[in-house]
């Protein structure tokens, strides 16, 4: 669950300037290693970061929007949807909409808030869902909306032959795109955003084209401990769908360094290792990570000015959790371990 809240600090904690700054030449730097392009996984919400907001006072709420604005010459968007959501009309209870609706508003917000309309990926189209996907897709072309249908690969991830071959990758549309970095953002929770960025570098792969891949973060911090409540607080925020910090234990054993990452980001890292050595040339930039904090761009940590003013609004921000949850729970639309889970965390502080 998330929430639009935004609080007016009289005390900041963290540069905004500088991260907008920062965190954009850490991309331009990423895109740098790749003679073709970058896919550059966004995670969390694409315009706006109201949590990153709360917990990081001076966090401008719209960093993101400041700085894919600054690089939308160089950009292409493709926006990930699931075939299996559209045919059923997913809800998002966290907005109280229905699925189709959100995605064009979503499409549309982008269109504006940043001047490049998205190109749309309707990911895992099959037999039982194609006929609304190929409908859904008239209606985006009608509206001059680019779209493309990639499909269910049985056994995926784990069989990589299947995977990696014309009746798997293979037989997706390819997404045309022409700039040399590509944003890949989301509807919601499963849209198959790193399958969508793996499929078309592996298009580019077999045409000799040299792109690679990487995740746009800033949760967790990965330089700071696992129990810091910057770290926590990200945990509580994530507490409805089940995400749990973690030790990067890859970087560990590549550099010897504690690094924090999250459950999700370290299953993502062994796909993208695993169909990489399979089939990326050895001198491709992506085959370098040794670890998921080697696959990801995070420059938050270094822009934070007052440590103390940053604690003290994560622990706040636990407790804003916590109510949140009790809320939802209290209409009968959630789960009791969700207060468990803050409680440990408040525990851990």
């Known amino acids: 669950m998330q929430t639009t809240d935004t609080i007016n600090y009289e005390k900041f904690g963290f540069d905004g300037d500088k991260y907008v700054k920062i965190q954009s030449e850490a991309i331009l730097d990423r895109i740098s290693k790749f003679k073709t392009r970058l896919y550059l996984e966004i995670g969390w919400k694409f315009l706006y970061d109201t949590h990153a907001s709360r917990v990081l006072p001076g966090f401008f709420v719209d960093s993101k929007k ?11 968007i493709i926006f990930c949807m699931n075939a299996i959501d559209l045919k059923n009309n997913r809800q998002l209870s966290s907005e109280d909409i229905w699925y189709k609706e959100y995605c064009l508003s979503m499409i549309n917000d982008i269109k504006k808030e940043i001047g490049l309309t998205p190109k749309v990926s309707l990911n895992r189209v099959n037999e039982n869902n194609k006929s609304i996907a190929n409908q859904f897709k008239d209606e985006l072309e009608n509206l001059w909306i680019k779209s493309y249908l990639r499909y269910d690969i049985a056994w995926y991830p784990s069989d990589t032959k299947k995977v990696l071959s014309e009746t798997g990758y293979g037989s997706d549309d390819y997404i045309e795109v022409e700039k040399d970095l590509v944003l890949v953002t989301w509807a919601a929770s499963s849209s198959w955003k790193m399958s969508t960025c793996l ?9 000799w084209k040299d792109s690679g ?18 770290n926590l607080a990200y945990e509580a925020a994530t507490a409805d769908i089940w995400d749990y910090n973690a030790i990067d234990t890859y970087h560990e054993k590549a550099y010897g ?3 924090i990452n999250y459950n999700r980001d370290v299953e993502a890292f062994e796909i993208v290792r695993d169909l990489a050595d399979s089939f990326l040339p050895e001198d491709n930039f992506t085959r370098s990570y040794k670890s ?3 696959m990801g761009i995070n420059m938050a940590w270094f822009c934070i000015t007052d440590e103390q003013v940053v604690k003290k609004a994560c622990e706040e ?33």
Not at 199 to 207: A, L
Request: charged share 40%; net charge negative.
């Open 66 to 76: 400041k700085i894919f604005s600054s690089l939308k010459d160089k950009a292409d």
């Open 199 to 207: 499929g078309q570098i592996y298009h580019e792969v077999i045409s």
């Open 213 to 230: 891949y990487s995740k746009y973060e800033t949760f967790p911090i990965w330089n700071r401990e696992l129990s810091h409540p910057v």
């Open 257 to 259: 360094e504690i690094s």
């Open 292 to 294: 998921p904090t080697d």
């Open 317 to 349: 921000e636990i407790d804003r959790r916590y109510n949140w949850y009790k809320e939802v729970i209290d209409r009968w639309d959630g789960d009791s371990i969700w207060l468990e889970r803050c409680d440990k965390l408040k525990e851990r502080l």
